[in-house]
């Protein structure tokens, strides 16, 4: 488990799904070609000590949108840290792929740093029930909101009309957590693992019944940071207005005055000179 204290406001996606074979590596390296694709060079982090993801980069052309990896599992989780910090000025988006199996302190961990959580899920009965557990698990003992929309589920190898897909539907309706794509069961996905490339870097004539399923993905995650900066910024502004009420108050000896009076001061202050801010910015 690595420290993610130095990845500052980066959009922190954590695919997770205690089960293996469910296609957590997958999603992860598909979310890091089409980031890197689009840049600035996302942040691939590789927490399973399998290390699949570190071997999709190993594969990956040198002449493809550049990923950065940092393994961080075993004995190179101390040297993740300073990497993750490294790439972090210049990153757009940091992945983490989670293991299978992970231990409850890592799984609290994980959840409670991620912008974005996405759970693939597999359209079997074996694979219902794990995911039951995790969510159960997110929602009750780690008082995961599902009002915040922090989690999504991402179903993986779906074959439509089936019973085991109707059957997985059926499942996440009455959760009320979103299911945001349906992978299919399709080879591209095993080409592209293979040439260490996503998805959305092959020819498109070949994956045009896949790739929309991806940046459907694409398209909540950017929703999903859109709403994280708002909320940053709030909580960022709320911080600097108490500071300067704060500040009113001790100019005077905190006496007298009126708290709610020195509050709206505050604001104000602090608004024009975030005004103030981005027109310098601008110039």
Not at 1 to 12: E, Q, R, S, V
Not at 13 to 31: D, E, F, Q, R, S
Not at 244 to 259: I, M, Q, S, T, V
Not at 262 to 283: I, P, Y
Request: aromatic share 4%.
């Amino acid at each position: 488990m690595i420290n993610t204290a130095g990845l500052g406001d980066l959009h922190k996606i954590v695919v997770l799904n205690p089960k293996g074979g469910c296609g957590k590596t997958t999603l992860a390296t598909n979310l890091a070609s089409c980031y890197a694709q689009r840049g600035p060079p996302p942040s691939l982090v590789d927490c399973d000590p399998q290390g699949f993801s570190m071997r999709w980069l190993e594969q990956r052309p040198a002449q493809r949108p550049p990923v950065h990896g940092i393994e961080a599992y075993g004995d190179a989780a101390d040297a993740a840290v300073p990497a993750a910090q490294r790439v972090a000025a210049e990153a757009g988006a940091v992945i983490f792929d989670l293991p299978a199996a992970i231990p409850h302190a890592q799984l609290h961990h994980y959840t409670y740093i991620a912008d974005s959580l996405l759970i693939p899920v597999m359209p079997s009965a074996i694979d219902v029930h794990s995911a039951t557990r995790l969510i159960a698990e997110l929602l009750l003992d780690m008082q995961l909101d599902r009002h915040a929309q922090k989690v999504a589920i991402v179903a993986n190898r779906v074959r439509r009309n089936t019973k085991s897909f109707r059957m997985l539907r059926r499942f996440l309706g009455s959760l009320k957590i979103p299911m945001i794509a349906a992978l299919r069961d399709s080879q591209n996905f095993v080409h592209a693992s293979e040439q260490g490339i996503g998805l959305s870097e092959m020819p498109a004539h070949k994956i045009k019944q896949d790739i929309e399923q991806i940046n459907a993905i694409v398209r909540w995650l950017d929703k999903r940071r859109e709403q994280v900066q708002r909320a940053r910024a709030a909580e960022q502004r709320q911080a600097r207005v108490a500071q300067a009420a704060y500040e009113r108050a001790a100019l005077r000896g905190f006496k007298g005055g009126d708290p709610v009076t020195d509050w709206l001061e505050a604001e104000r202050e602090v608004d024009v000179g975030t005004r103030s801010r981005a027109v310098q910015e601008e110039q």
